[in-house]
């Protein structure tokens, strides 16, 4: 099983390829934030949060990613190689 660093270097990767910015989201003191904000050259935006196979959003987790999606953010959950390589297609 791939750890959730393996993951996200391979989502950082795959945008670089593309062109696209993957930028840490980092906010001392506000838990919960999806792990990183992609940016695409025809001005799209998202989030995604990246965990292992076996990984679990916490409760703050799933509240922060459902205030996003209701602010009319596109926010991603993935597990694994596989499932970044799909989000990447639908983009």
């Given at each position: 099983m791939?750890?959730?660093k393996?993951?996200e270097m391979?989502?950082i990767?795959?945008c670089?390829k593309?062109g696209w910015?993957?930028l840490?989201?980092v ?12 940016m695409q050259?025809d001005?799209a935006?998202w ?6 196979q076996?990984g679990k959003?916490?409760k ?6 459902k205030?996003?999606r ?7 959950v ?14």
């Amino acid at each position: 099983m791939l750890s959730e660093k393996r993951i996200e270097m391979h989502l950082i990767r795959e945008c670089k390829k593309r062109g696209w910015h993957c930028l840490k989201l980092v906010d001392v003191g506000r838990a919960g934030y999806p792990d990183r904000q992609i940016m695409q050259p025809d001005g799209a935006m998202w989030l995604c949060e990246v965990k292992r196979q076996d990984g679990k959003l916490s409760k703050i987790q799933i509240h922060r990613i459902k205030q996003l999606r209701n602010l009319g953010f596109t926010v991603h959950v993935v597990y694994s190689k596989d499932d970044i390589d799909e989000v990447l297609k639908s983009c």
